[in-house]
């Protein structure tokens, strides 16, 4: 069903309104029928793996791409484990000194995060899902052992 609104009377009100231009008819639409079956809630969209790369050095055991479920996908993810302990770090990116050099400390190259979670909590719960993900796509990668 279709509902039709003279032009003049729409377009008198947006030119009252300041939008000017000119007069347009209006058209609203109605489905009909029955109404469809009650779906459920609506699926929550979650976080995907979407590439996961090995590599191991010290504690790191990889490098992860993962999307978002707002459609952010967050690239080379550092996934690292020791003593039984996962966990996944945001990418940061090396330190540069004045003179263009790495910036070590200790002999370590010094880092500084690009995006941070603002609660210990938000970090946690992120990095547990991403290891999550991770184990479930490639269990042998972490050692095959619990979270």
């Known amino acids: ?6 032009s003049g009377a729409v377009g008198q009100a947006g030119q009252m309104a300041g939008f000017g231009g000119p007069p347009r008819t209006t058209v609203i639409s109605y489905e009909s029928g029955p109404a469809p079956a009650d779906p459920g809630p609506p699926q929550r969209p979650r976080m995907r793996l979407i590439k996961w790369k090995p590599l191991v050095r010290n504690t790191l055991r990889g490098f992860a791409d ?7 996908i967050v690239r080379e993810i550092p996934v690292h484990e020791t003593h039984g302990r996962r966990w996944a770090a945001l990418p940061s990116k090396p330190q540069i000194d004045r003179d263009g050099q790495l910036r070590r400390v200790d002999g370590k190259i010094a880092y500084t995060p690009v995006l941070e979670w603002d609660s210990r909590e938000l970090r946690e719960g992120w990095y547990d899902r991403v290891v999550a993900l991770v184990r479930q796509a490639h269990p ?8």
């Not at 069903?1 to 003279?6: A, E, I, L, N």
């Not at 993962?66 to 952010?72: A, I």
Request: hydrophobic share 35%; aromatic share 4%.
């Open 1 to 6: 069903m279709s509902v039709r609104y003279p």
């Open 66 to 72: 993962v999307r978002l479920p707002n459609g952010l």
């Open 140 to 147: 042998d990668d972490l050692d095959g052992g619990s979270v």
